[in-house]
């Protein structure tokens, strides 16, 4: 986030992230995990802000990982510490190779390897000797072969196996998991290699519970395979765009489906016929796929808790039909051509706790029709016409928590609206109106985590209106005109884990000289500023920071490296890189 002031975040990247996934930015080279696990283990707090001292068999097994390279092997110790000694080694990439064949025969249940470095079919035999104790695998983003995979076949307790990104596994594969009858997580996310041939082998699967098919583009006419699935709940073949009307017709059998995931796929209201008897269906999601208000006939004996209809080019046609839809929680109708006519029918749909209406054509007007939502949690107005005007609809909304409005037409008035929300936690104001004197109203809002400034024009007075906010954990003021006196008024802010104040040219090293009091910061960005060498200094003690960015600054990439080496070892992604 260091190049461009203006942005606009992905929505379906979001959404993978926001639903446990990978983001389909993965790459093998580089763990998408990492913010997932940004503290250390030891910097978990207690209520009077102290850190937690470690438990003498947390210090051992810390000990022992360090040590790995004296022991030869784990197997007559208990299962439960030797698995938490291959929990630490993969945690401080310490496992290699070699020190794999410590655990050979441990009787390990757990052996989650998803992206780390390395694992290929060598690593598969010490996996397999688990035998009937391993119930969980994850090699994900790994360079196992159909030949390596082989090896499971004999761990016939495996409940959850994660093959995602294996892209050197085939429908012969798939043939070694054909006995694992016990399994009820199957994940294969985005492999070409799999057709609708091979998943012959998941009618055998008959305890399965989960099956995550992502991006898996040769699958056409293979879902035939599930009807046998009775347990099914959740299915997800987002992405493939190989998936017509046609393969819905089996999916109608599969009655305990809770959860079906089909965005970017050519199913039409027709293959949405097909999900009519699926009454215990909760999540639905079609997003980018071409269909109509029509196919939410189908839909209306469903107990649809959430439903994503974004990016499909719905109309205001036909739209009176979502307030049959009484059960709904989550509303996805962002970036479709619908104005302020469709909201007339979602004031029914009173249980509404999420609202997405990213980039329709929504005005002030529209926004009178969710004053009654009294359950809303969060709401999404990014890229619409609505203004100052609209947020007095939406000023009683008090069990709000979110709030995005990015690139609309509020300006510093409206946001006088919202000193009430005061269950607000995320804010995202990235709108080029907005001023120091719009901030001044949100102090009142201290339950604030995460606001988001960029493109607003906010100067140093502007930054004094966050001293109130102590419990804010994201802030981003992005393209201001701040300065080192404007970073002084948030070096208070010791709840911060991400701070983003990048395209502030005039911050200079005194600005991270204020920052270094911020020891709880896991991402920072000060790029285009007068930031230099000499300033690194005072980043040493942020030992918690995993992501630096100091783009079109004086620093180099060299200069970080230094850092990272002496002071910052966990630091995983810095620009200049």
Wanted: glycine letters at 8%.
């Amino acid at each position: 986030m260091g190049g461009a002031c203006s942005r606009k975040r992905d929505p379906q990247t979001n959404e993978e992230i926001a639903h446990g996934g990978v983001s389909r930015k993965y790459s093998k080279s580089g763990s998408s995990k990492w913010l997932g696990t940004s503290f250390n283990r030891a910097s978990v707090d207690n209520k009077d802000g102290n850190t937690i001292c470690p438990s003498l068999m947390e210090l051992c097994i810390i000990k022992i990982s360090e040590e790995i390279n004296e022991y030869g092997t784990f197997s007559m110790l208990p299962r439960d510490i030797s698995q938490q000694i291959f929990n630490e080694l993969v945690y401080s990439q310490r496992l290699t190779e070699a020190y794999l064949e410590a655990f050979y025969d441990c009787a390990l249940q757990d052996m989650n390897l998803g992206e780390y470095p390395g694992v290929d079919d060598t690593w598969m035999d010490v996996i397999s000797s688990q035998g009937l104790s391993l119930l969980g695998a994850d090699i994900s983003g790994s360079d196992v072969t159909d030949s390596g995979l082989l090896h499971i076949k004999d761990c016939k307790n495996v409940e959850a196996l994660n093959l995602n990104f294996c892209d050197r596994i085939s429908d012969v594969g798939l043939g070694s998991i054909s006995g694992l009858s016990n399994l009820t997580t199957l994940s294969l996310k985005r492999n070409n290699s799999i057709t609708a041939n091979g998943m012959s082998v998941f009618s055998g699967l008959v305890n399965l519970l989960n099956l995550d098919l992502e991006r898996c583009t040769g699958i056409h006419g293979g879902l035939v395979h599930l009807k046998g699935l009775k347990k099914l709940e959740a299915l997800n073949v987002n992405c493939c765009n190989c998936i017509t009307d046609a393969d819905m017709k089996p999916i109608s059998d599969l009655t305990n489906l809770k959860e079906l995931q089909i965005s970017c796929s050519k199913v039409t209201d027709q293959g949405v016929t097909f999900l009519k008897g699926l009454h215990k269906l909760g999540l639905l999601n079609m997003e980018r796929c071409p269909i109509t208000a029509a196919c939410l006939d189908s839909l209306s004996d469903a107990a649809l808790l959430n439903l994503n209809v974004s990016r499909s080019n719905l109309t205001d046609d036909g739209c009176e039909k979502f307030s049959k839809l009484k059960s709904l929680k989550v509303l996805n109708l962002g970036f479709n051509v619908i104005t302020d006519a469709v909201l007339a029918h979602l004031k029914a749909l009173v249980n509404l706790e999420s609202l997405n209406l990213d980039s329709c054509i929504i005005r002030d007007d529209g926004l009178v029709h969710l004053a009654g939502l009294n359950r809303l949690k969060c709401l999404e107005l990014s890229d619409t016409g609505v203004g100052t005007n609209g947020l007095r609809h939406i000023s009683g909304l008090m069990n709000l928590e979110s709030l995005n409005l990015s690139f609309t037409l509020v300006t510093d008035g409206g946001l006088t609206y919202l000193a009430k929300l005061s269950s607000l936690r995320s804010l995202n104001l990235d709108v080029r109106q907005i001023t120091d004197a719009g901030l001044a109203a949100l102090t009142s809002l201290t339950n604030l985590a995460h606001l988001d400034l960029f493109c607003a024009k906010i100067t140093d007075n502007g930054t004094t209106y966050l001293r109130n906010l102590k419990n804010l954990r994201t802030l981003e003021i992005c393209g201001g005109g701040l300065t080192d006196a404007g970073v002084k008024n948030i070096k208070d802010l010791q709840s911060l884990t991400l701070l983003n104040l990048s395209q502030n040219s005039h911050l200079s090293d005194k600005s991270l000289e204020l920052i270094s009091e911020l020891t709880n910061l896991v991402s920072l960005n000060v790029s285009s500023s007068r930031i230099t060498n000499a300033g690194l200094q005072h980043l040493i003690n942020l030992k918690n920071l995993k992501s630096l960015s100091l783009e079109s600054t004086k620093v180099t990439a060299n200069d970080i490296k230094k850092l990272h080496e002496s002071h910052l070892p966990n630091l995983v992604s810095f620009r200049p890189e």
